[in-house]
Every structure is written in C-alpha cells, then in structure tokens.
C-alpha cells in the first residue's frame, strides 16, 4: 500500500475516472482518490485501507469494491454518497491524496495522470475537522484532530 499527496488538474471528472479505471486494470492495482484538504494525515488513509482490506478478504465489506471500501472507511460514513460528498475529488479539484493498493512505480502513475507529488498535502495542520463532525470541545479534551478521526473510522467499523 502507498499514500501519496499530489497536485494536478481535474478537468474532466468522467474522463479522469475512466482513466483510473483503465490505469487500475492494466497495472492489477486499486487507486482511490481524496480531496486532500479533508484529510488528516497519512495514518488516516493507511487506517482506512487496512480495515477496508481486511473487510474484503473477510466478505464483510459494504461496497462492492475495495476502492469504495476504503472510501467508506476514510469518511466514517456507511453510505457511499455521504463518502463522496464528505471526500470525493470533483471536476477541476487540484489537491489531492490518494491510496495505492499494489505496486506501481510512483513515477510512472505520477506521469501517466500527469500529476506531481506533494506529500506535505497529507498534513493535518489547518484542516477543518467538522468534516467530521469535531468540535472545539473534543479538541480541548487534548486528543488531537488526527486521533479523532482515527477514532471515528474505528467506530463506524464497529457500528456496521
């Protein structure tokens, strides 16, 4: 598994989809694709892909793929429109995170959807954490927003 940040126009969201449904079956890979501005830190993603693999190779997954799995898992949602409202990429989204499940080189799937790395898009610092439903009360208890999402994905495995 890799999580990577990286900038890039979307300009056409169909045409980029299909693009990494090709991309995915031709290199025997699974891509999904973040708003990286929604994300906090790498752990989040590399969280959300180990339970949602795990959910596939126990046939306990919600989604019939394992990119929409880690999806649901990454959100903390049950319902694949809230996911992808709550951390989908749209058309002309720039900042990005995205996890690989598989190997690729980075430097051929960077070139193939024209895109540049930048991990630092990963980082939490300045993010909004009422994505996900965290106010300034839990903050204040000393957790920080990283470890509250965190927690979050672990309930909502718990409450499926």
Same mark, same amino acid.
């Given at each position: 598994?890799?999580?990577? &940040?990286?900038? &890039?126009?979307?300009?056409?969201?169909? &045409?980029?989809?299909?693009?990494?449904?090709?991309?995915?079956?031709?290199?025997?890979?699974?891509?999904?694709?973040?708003r990286s501005d929604r994300?906090?830190?790498?752990?989040?993603?590399?969280?959300?892909?180990?339970?949602?693999?795990?959910?596939?190779?126990?046939?306990?997954?919600?989604?019939?793929?394992?990119?929409?799995?880690?999806?649901?898992?990454?959100?903390?949602?049950?319902?694949?429109? $809230?996911?992808?409202?709550?951390?989908?990429?749209?058309?002309?989204?720039? $900042?990005?995170?995205?996890?690989?499940?598989?190997?690729?080189?980075?430097?051929?799937?960077?070139?193939?959807?024209?895109?540049?790395?930048?991990?630092?898009?990963?980082?939490?610092?300045?993010?909004?954490?009422c994505v996900f439903g965290? &106010?300034?009360? $839990?903050?204040?208890?000393?957790?920080?927003?990283? $470890?509250?999402?965190?927690?979050?994905?672990?309930?909502?495995?718990?409450?499926?």
């Amino acid at each position: 598994m890799t999580v990577i &940040g990286v900038r &890039g126009a979307v300009q056409d969201l169909d &045409g980029f989809l299909k693009n990494v449904a090709k991309f995915e079956k031709t290199h025997s890979v699974t891509l999904q694709f973040f708003r990286s501005d929604r994300i906090f830190g790498l752990e989040h993603l590399a969280s959300a892909a180990e339970k949602a693999v795990r959910a596939v190779q126990n046939g306990t997954a919600m989604s019939k793929t394992l990119a929409m799995e880690i999806m649901l898992y990454a959100a903390a949602e049950r319902q694949t429109s $809230e996911a992808l409202r709550k951390l989908g990429i749209q058309q002309e989204t720039t $900042e990005m995170a995205v996890v690989i499940i598989g190997y690729v080189p980075t430097d051929e799937f960077l070139r193939h959807f024209g895109l540049e790395r930048d991990d630092s898009l990963l980082e939490p610092d300045g993010k909004d954490p009422c994505v996900f439903g965290i &106010g300034a009360d $839990e903050t204040e208890t000393g957790a920080t927003v990283p $470890e509250l999402v965190l927690e979050r994905i672990a309930l909502s495995e718990i409450s499926r």
